[in-house]
């Protein structure tokens, strides 16, 4: 009997590997971690075909600018899924699509999933949708719908991916950006919680495939296993970023994903100014020294790939530095200040980085 025969000989979609009850419970564990994503403006609950958000909220605004996002996670996925672990990885979606819109002032208002997977085993994608809602906790918005779906024979039964997208939204005389970079602004950094979610093709090649290192290992230098390590959680600064907001003056922020620090920086930054970073400010995690040394990958390399031990930027005016570090340091978000605005030179290219990193 073939694959998607059922046992009276007729073909089904159960025979073919799609498990419908299996989805069915998946979505019953994961009802109670969406509610406490909740917020006043959603309406309904979840298992609608669209998820509902009270748009009237928008009144109070003279002139709203919706902002949205999408991403996913990568190849941080593989390592989530050798080790068994998924409550973490939804907390690296939520930052992702989230950190990029509060990137423009914009506060998070609802984000929507698709989680892709070869068999649908309902706890495992149950303790992924914990971890999104648990995120959305931290970003301030609520998880108003999404998607499960189930590709047998394209996936195989341990394989996932996750995506999401999200929406906010800010007063149009608010909106942050390079229009309002000034020469003379300071860049004020804040550290990331470890790799993030970006180059992990890298990261992955370097430490399993060229250093042969063990997920289970524990690494000295670390203080920890290199599988906790990678797992680590992205930090989610939106509502750390709208503190700012409401507590100094801020010209612009640039989340620090793919393409490393200088080339995130130089997309908020105008034409005819330049960023300028000082690598001694601050001293990068053990694990970017890990990758470098195991690879032999050159700093630019690591720099281009990797964040460097900072996820977010903030530039503001010189005299709200001491407010924002202040703002930070009372959120528990480690900060200082980093670099400088300055006119842009005959070879300028948006953000530089210089100096040698703090030891």
């Not at 909220?57 to 593989?78: C, F, H, I, M, Q």
């Not at 999104?132 to 108003?144: D, N, P, S, T, W």
């Not at 149009?172 to 470890?194: F, P, Y």
Request: with cysteine; aromatic share 4%.
């Amino acid at each position: 009997m073939s694959q998607a025969t059922s046992a009276t000989g007729g073909a089904s979609y159960a025979a073919a590997g799609v498990d419908i009850e299996a989805g069915d419970r998946a979505v019953e564990l994961m009802k109670e971690w969406v509610k406490k994503t909740q917020r006043p403006e959603v309406l309904g609950g979840l298992g609608g075909f669209a998820g509902l958000f009270d748009a009237s909220a928008l009144k109070r605004y003279e002139r709203p600018l919706l902002a949205s996002a999408t991403d996913g996670v990568g190849t941080k996925v593989d390592v989530a899924r050798r080790l068994g672990v998924y409550d973490t990885i939804g907390h690296d979606l939520v930052a992702m699509v989230m950190d990029d819109i509060v990137v423009c002032g914009a506060e998070p208002l609802f984000m929507t999933d698709y989680i892709c997977v070869g068999k649908v085993h309902p706890e495992r994608v149950a303790g992924i949708v914990k971890g999104i809602a648990e995120g959305c906790v931290l970003a301030g918005c609520a998880l108003v719908g999404g998607e499960t779906a189930e590709h047998p024979g394209l996936l195989g039964p341990d394989d996932f991916d996750v995506a999401g997208a999200g929406t906010g939204v800010v007063e149009a005389d608010r909106l942050l950006g390079a229009d309002r970079i000034r020469t003379g602004d300071v860049v004020v950094a804040m550290a990331s919680s470890g790799l993030h979610s970006n180059g992990y093709s890298l990261v992955r090649h370097v430490l399993f495939d060229r250093a042969g290192m063990e997920l289970e290992q524990q690494v000295d230098e670390l203080g920890r296993t290199l599988g906790e390590e990678l797992l680590e959680p992205t930090r989610i600064y939106s509502l750390d970023c709208l503190a700012l907001t409401r507590t100094t003056d801020v010209h612009a922020f640039s989340h620090i994903t793919g393409g490393g620090l200088a080339a995130n920086l130089a997309r908020v930054v105008p034409d005819h100014l330049h960023a300028v970073v000082d690598r001694s400010t601050w001293a990068p995690g053990a694990i970017f020294d890990l990758v470098g040394k195991a690879g032999r990958v050159e700093r630019l390399e690591l720099e281009k790939t990797l964040n460097m031990g900072v996820g977010m930027m903030a530039v503001v005016p010189g005299e709200s530095v001491d407010a924002a570090l202040t703002t930070l340091a009372d959120r528990g978000v480690d900060a200082w200040v980093a670099g400088e605005i300055t006119e842009r030179g005959d070879h300028a290219t948006g953000a530089a980085l210089t100096g040698d990193y703090a030891s």
